[in-house]
């Protein structure tokens, strides 16, 4: 297996990433020097995934005050409370996005004195990193649990070591049960618009020797149906507590309803970072993104001009489709969420 490898870092003042909108055509890294390049990469997708995008807002808010030359606490708190406007802003559908840039208020906030100020902030983002590595790797190892030698397992959109800081989330599972010597297929779904299944998921696959098949997001029921996908493993931008829901790449859904329809287990991997103590479904704003993401693939025009198009970036799957949800914590039905908020 190759040494597995980072998504972000700190560098002396600023934060490297990998470009993800390039991949896997190139391996690009990027400096990103302010909170506000940060927002625009966040928003721009050169770095995504629900936990990734967590750790990348708590960097960015870490830019916001490291370089100020001002101690100020109050300036510093004023600072950090604008950049979290901005970079909550940016996508609004994962939850861990406000949860990194609360857990970094706090911090911020609870400090004596404005030198304190930002070595916490910062301290407190390089431990969000961290952090995120160890989960993963406990999620990988719990979760590996339910998978059997010989599984054909589907997984959709990427959660991999890219949608995190390293290792992933549904792909952290399977890198660890195959680690474990369990022969594994995956089959992986393009993830029309943006294509992370093809381009992301495969990749990362290839890269760790992990036999991987790409197909269409249209032909789960087909190979479903014909018995060669044993399980479905996704990713999670948003659990909700409350009611068992669970907010995840658009097409999620369709997969989830084949995979009851056949009587196929279909099991979330997701850090306790992304379960949402507070809202209900028709509370969650869904993201919708720009239309050129349907209507052309890498540049190339594929529909007629004066077409409508949708472009809703996630679906809600509900929790009677979901059998397990496998977090660092341990593995929930989606119902036992519920005891999180009484
Ligand atoms: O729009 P993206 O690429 O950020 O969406 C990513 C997903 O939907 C992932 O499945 C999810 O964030 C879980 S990643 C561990």
Redesign the pocket.
Known sequence: MKKEFRTIWWDKGSVVIIDQRLIPYRIKYIKIRSYKEMANAIKK?AI????A?GVAAAMGMALAVVNMKSNNKEMLINRLEKAGEIIRSTRPT?VNLFWAVDRIMKIARESPSGEKLKINVLNEALRMAEEDIEINKKIGEIGSRLIEDGDKILT????GAL??VGH???LGVIKTAYSQGKRIIVYASETRP?L?GAKLTTWELIRENIPVKLITDNMSAFLMQKKEISKVI????RILAKTGHVI??IGTLSHAITAKYYGIPFIVA?PSSSIDLNHNPDEVVIEERDVDEVLYIDGVRIAPRGVEVVNP??DITPPELVSYIVTEKGVFKPEELRRLVE
Request: with cysteine.
């Open positions: 997708m995504r995934g629900a936990p995008i994962a959709h959109c990427n959660a949608a995190t992933g989330t549904a943006r992370q996704v990713g999670a931008d995840n790449k997701a970036a996630f």
